[in-house]
Structures are given as structure tokens and as C-alpha cells.
């Protein structure tokens, strides 16, 4: 018998339709110029001094007294360590609490398998579809909840045993302050419960009033489980390397249980990847890096202002490279995806791919090119100088 959860996953809202739809364009409009302000990949190359460390590691296997075969388990120690110094410096998280991954969309899923299978499990809505989908993969009951009016998820009275919070937020752009997450935080110690914590747009943050760490934050050592990835400071979205921490305070029993479930269910993330990932924290990675992540703030600034003073309402794009933006003269997203396709050959994100809560809302994506970016602008300026709020 096949896993049921699955046929329950939302086949018309999902990535998978919109690749279809764009297809079935390019196929009936040979000579198209689309634009994508969709699709959350980036548009810088990899960092030099990055793909220079991954040459050398492909080399490393090619010699019997270099080669890296099984045993990282849960990610080779000196990136652990470079993660801890670089990442966590000052907050005493230590090289033994992180566990390296292919990916924070794995990631964030694979670790429900830490927790009870009839564990309650609470994802706003809207969100990144895959806490509610990886969940169901797994065979999970999911338990939704609208947003409140700043499209963030409010601090319920029920209990929920693990809570999913991304911030800076894929899909809205916006983030959670210090003070709202230390709510979250009170609540899930005073319940027993687990907070799954998506930090993967850490670096885009400029609100002073947003925590660069969870655990900057009093009391989250005891509930709190950050992820982040290399995916968009670092380009590493084909190349997968991600990290999660499991602070001490878990105790040693959940680190021996996740090291067992790990041994036994991963092998480990790729070497080469590994390696790329430990170059990130050289100075002169850290310095183009910090030059890209500065071209997709600007792009969003330069979006936000496009859309705005052509009567969109926006929200985000501050703290996150996404933001999200209300349909024109009414229309529900996939209408909105459609018009957008056709009349300007842009790509944009229909809102109800991240939950019933998106249907009159458009995620935008700052990842793009400058180039791509001002080119949008033009055409939507064309387009869009009276759309209905």
C-alpha cells in the first residue's frame, strides 16, 4: 500500500504547474524574451576562491592518501568548526551541536524524523510549501493556521509539539522580530514543544529590531533547531550544502538518538560541496559574497518602488530577498501569473502555491540580474499604471 499523505500533496498549486505553464509558452511563443521574477534561484556564479577549493577537493579524491570516502556523517569537522567560529561566534555554539546537510529543503524535513509520529505539527499559512508537504510526505498530520494581519503566524493557545517559523519569511520577505520570537520561544518551553527555525536569508537582513540567531535570544537553547544553507549568499543552490543546529541542551540522549538515526538513514553531504562551503568564510569569499547579496537588495529595492508606484500594495523585501505583492484589478494568483505571462512576459510566483491565504498575492523574487531587473520594471511600468488595489 502506497503512502496516502501523499495524494493529499496540492498538485494545482505547486512549482510543478507554473514549469508546465511556462513551458507550454515557450513552446506556442518560440521568439519570447520572458523575464523571472519567480523561481527563487540566484544569479551570480559561484564565489572563485569557492570553486577553486572544490577543483582541489576533486583532487584530493583522486589520491589514495586524500581520498574522502564514508564516515562525515554528520559533516566534516573542519567545516563544522569554521561554521561554529564564523557563524555562531560569540553565542557558544560549538562545532559538536552542528550537523551538516544537502540542503535546508532535506533538512526540514528529514528532521521530523527526531520527533513522534503523532507529534502536532503547525505551519502558517501562508508558508514554504515544503514544511507542509515534507510532512506529509512522511506521513505526517499538519495542522494550518491563517496569519495575522502582518502575515505573520500568532502564538496559539492549543498546544502544537513542533512549530515551523521561517524569518527572514519565504514567501512574504518579511521578518519576525526579536520580541515576537521570544513569545514563540516562551511558549514552546512552557509547552515542551520544538521550534524548527528557517534562517536561511540571514544575510539579507538590514531591520535592526531582527535576530541574526535564534539563539541570540534568551531561553532558545532549550526549544529551538536554526537551519541555514549556502544556497543564496553563496550560489550553492545546484552545488547543496546546508547546516542545523541541535543545541546542547537537547541533552545527550536526542544527539546520540540523531547521530544513530543519522548513520543510518545519510551518508553525509558531498566532500566537494563541504569543502566549497568551509572556503565561504575566507576573507575574500566573504567580500564577493557580500557584493552579490548587495545587487539583490538593490533589485528589491528597485522592484518594490516599481510595484508600489504602480498601485501595488507590497510587503517585505527588507529582510528578504522575496516580497509579497496583491493581485491586479482583483484577480486570484494564477489568474495574475497568466496576465503577467502574456501580456508582459514576466514570471511571477502565484500566492496560492504557499497556502489558501496567497490566492489574491504574488510572490516576487529579487535574485534576478540587474539587468532583468530594471527590464521588468519598464514593462511593468507599460502595463500596470492603474491595476486595482
Given at each position: ?20 505553464l511556462i513551458k507550454e509558452y515557450r513552446a506556442s511563443h518560440p521568439d519570447s524574451d520572458i523575464i523571472s521574477l519567480g523561481i527563487g534561484d ?348
Amino acid at each position: 500500500m502506497i503512502n496516502r499523505k501523499l495524494l493529499e500533496i496540492d498538485k494545482e498549486n505547486s512549482f510543478n504547474r507554473s514549469s508546465k505553464l511556462i513551458k507550454e509558452y515557450r513552446a506556442s511563443h518560440p521568439d519570447s524574451d520572458i523575464i523571472s521574477l519567480g523561481i527563487g534561484d540566484v544569479s551570480f556564479p559561484v564565489p572563485g576562491p569557492v570553486a577553486e577549493a572544490m577543483k582541489k577537493a576533486c583532487g584530493d579524491l583522486s589520491f589514495m592518501d586524500t581520498f574522502q570516502g564514508y564516515g562525515a556523517y554528520w559533516g566534516i569537522e573542519s567545516l563544522r568548526k569554521a561554521i561554529s567560529v564564523n557563524d555562531y561566534r560569540g553565542l557558544g555554539i560549538s562545532a559538536e551541536e552542528i550537523y551538516v546537510g544537502d540542503g535546508t529543503k532535506s533538512d526540514c524535513t528529514s528532521i521530523l524524523e527526531l520527533f513522534d509520529p503523532d507529534a502536532r505539527i503547525l505551519v502558517s499559512d501562508p508558508c514554504y510549501p515544503v514544511y507542509r508537504n515534507g510532512a506529509m510526505a512522511l506521513g505526517r498530520d499538519v495542522s494550518v493556521r491563517k496569519c495575522g494581519p502582518s502575515f505573520k503566524l500568532e502564538v496559539p493557545k492549543e498546544h502544537f509539539d513542533v512549530i515551523y517559523i521561517c524569518s527572514p519569511c519565504n514567501p512574504v520577505g518579511n521578518a519576525y522580530t526579536g520580541e515576537e520570537l521570544s513569545s514563540w520561544i516562551e511558549y514552546a518551553n512552557r509547552n515542551g514543544a520544538y521550534i524548527v527555525y528557517d534562517n536561511v536569508y540571514k544575510d539579507f537582513r538590514e531591520s535592526s529590531d531582527v535576530p541574526g540567531s535564534i539563539y541570540e535570544l534568551e531561553g532558545s537553547r532549550t526549544c529551538c533547531i536554526e537551519m541555514r544553507s549556502y544556497s543564496k549568499s553563496a550560489s550553492f543552490s545546484g552545488t547543496r550544502c546546508s547546516y542545523f543546529v541541535l543545541p546542547k541542551e537537547f541533552g545527550e540522549e536526542i544527539h546520540s538518538l540523531w547521530r544513530e538515526r543519522t548513520i543510518n538513514r545519510f551518508n553525509g553531504a558531498s566532500y566537494v560541496a563541504q569543502k566549497g562551503a568551509e572556503a565561504t568564510y575566507l576573507p575574500e569569499s566573504q567580500e564577493i559574497i557580500r557584493s552579490h547579496i548587495e545587487v539583490y537588495k538593490g533589485n528589491a529595492a528597485l522592484l518594490k518602488e516599481c510595484f508600489s508606484s504602480a498601485g501595488f500594495s507590497v510587503t517585505g523585501g527588507t529582510d528578504a530577498p522575496y516580497f509579497w505583492v496583491n493581485t491586479p484589478s482583483g484577480m486570484d494568483s494564477w489568474e495574475a501569473f497568466g496576465f503577467f505571462l502574456n501580456e508582459m512576459e514576466i514570471v511571477i510566483v502565484p500566492g496560492s502555491i504557499f497556502g489558501s491565504e496567497g490566492k489574491r498575492y504574488m510572490r516576487i523574487s529579487a535574485l534576478g540580474s540587474r539587468e532583468d531587473c530594471i527590464r521588468a520594471c519598464g514593462r511593468i511600468k507599460k502595463y500596470c499604471q492603474q491595476p486595482t488595489a
